[in-house]
């Protein structure tokens, strides 16, 4: 009886374990089932390896890495895994996330570049970048356009540190900077998009209404200031990104990862022979001459790195000058809407204008026939009188009093011309 008591909660503890294990892999397998089912996907990214699945947290998100030479991998990651795999700030994670999803920031950080356009919202280092949310459906241009243009044919090589690399590093882009300019692309030809599609509806609309003011027309029209605003307001997020790093040359600077990666690199190999040349006897003195002349070379040579920013520069006001004319196009509709406006607004004046004048002239017209009723009114009373034994005076007087009214109303409706109080 005891031995049976002992046995089974083992086997109910193996079956939980079981259960468990395989409800583990369960959402990654379905990523890499959603890729696998798509061998032609434009996406053309390397699914992960389930054979080893990582323990998933409450707040693990989908995220794509895109090294330098064009691998992908899906995954899976938390913010803590994040932070570790390349050294940004926790209040970083957050501008990614859902709060900031119609801001526009690129944060230079000492290792990594946070980039938040729109909707790409990725972290860039000197040799990968991470992408957010890869499976968007604005996000699969960005990821095709990374697998296009990112150097396929290019084999990993170890990091020189020299000359050679300082010289390759001036022959192209750095990785870090083809990365935003993929980004910066594929979100003005987004904007691009929606502004060209606002024009094509903007203009039949705007005319429509200019022939036709009704209520259908105006709430077409106020849908479509609707859309202006949020459009306008998402392209002066991004232009004013932009035109702040223009005016910060340190700003600049911080986003050279490649250059401040070969350059921690010399450094550390520069300390390194240091360190094995001192074996050698030399004296104090001169061992910290030779230290303070390395130390002042490797300071100098960041300082005159500190300044170069033209190939970003020239990268960003390329940009720059783009959005500015997206800009401009979104103003010139914005303009138009205003003018079509004025137009209707002028034209509702004048009918207004042309309602008062009809009752101006309608309120003469009932003060002279309220002249003549008086006159009636006064004959129709029991009142003795001597015209009433008068024959035929009925025809004279009403006749009489009748042209008198008319006369009235003609002298009153010149007079209110004459005042200009109607048109000609």
Not at 348 to 369: H, P, V, W
Request: hydrophobic share 40%; proline share 4%.
């Amino acid at each position: 009886m005891g031995k049976g008591s002992v046995s089974f909660p083992r086997k109910i503890l193996r079956r939980r374990n079981k259960k468990s294990t395989e409800m583990q892999p369960k959402q990654t397998d379905h990523i890499n089932n959603f890729i696998n089912s798509n061998p032609n996907n434009s996406v053309g990214v390397v699914p992960t390896s389930s054979a080893k699945p990582k323990k998933k947290t409450g707040n693990a998100r989908l995220w794509m890495k895109f090294n330098q030479f064009g691998e992908s991998e899906v995954s899976e990651l938390d913010k803590s895994a994040i932070i570790k795999r390349v050294s940004i700030p926790a209040r970083d994670l957050r501008i990614l996330g859902p709060v900031f999803s119609q801001s526009s920031n690129i944060l230079a950080r000492e290792k990594a570049m946070v980039v938040n356009l729109e909707f790409i919202k990725a972290i860039v280092t000197a040799e990968e970048v991470l992408l957010l949310d890869p499976l968007c459906q604005e996000v699969i241009p960005f990821v095709e356009q990374l697998k296009q243009q990112l150097p396929h044919n290019r084999q990993p090589k170890t990091h020189e540190v020299g000359a050679e690399a300082a010289e390759g590093l001036q022959s192209e882009l750095p990785f870090e900077f083809q990365v935003l300019e993929i980004a910066l692309e594929v979100v003005c030809t987004y904007l691009d998009s929606n502004v060209a599609d606002l024009e094509r509806n903007a203009y039949p609309v705007l005319d429509e209404l200019a022939r036709n003011v009704s209520t259908k027309n105006l709430e077409l029209v106020r849908s479509l200031k609707s859309t202006l605003t949020r459009l306008l307001a998402r392209v002066q997020k991004v232009r004013d990104e932009l035109e702040h790093l223009l005016d910060d040359n340190e700003d600049m600077a911080q986003l050279y990862l490649t250059r401040k990666f070969i350059q921690n690199q010399q450094s550390e190999a520069l300390m390194g022979t240091m360190g094995s040349n001192s074996n050698v006897t030399i004296g104090p003195n001169l061992r910290r001459l030779d230290s303070n002349k390395s130390a002042s070379l490797i300071t100098s040579n960041r300082f005159d790195d500190h300044d170069d920013v033209e190939d970003l520069e020239m990268l960003l006001e390329a940009y720059f000058m783009q959005l500015d004319g997206t800009r401009n196009k979104i103003l010139s509709v914005r303009e138009y809407i205003d003018d079509t406006e004025d137009y209707v607004n002028i034209q509702l004046d004048n009918q207004r204008n042309e309602l008062i004048q009809l009752q101006l002239t309608l309120t003469i017209a009932s003060f002279a026939i309220a002249v003549e009723t008086l006159i009636a009114g006064t004959f129709g009373m029991n009142i003795p009188c001597l015209l009433y034994r008068i024959e035929g005076i009925f025809g004279p007087i009403v006749g009489g009093s009748s042209a008198g009214c008319f006369l009235m109303f003609l002298l009153m409706l010149a007079y209110a011309r004459w005042k200009k109080l109607l048109g000609s």
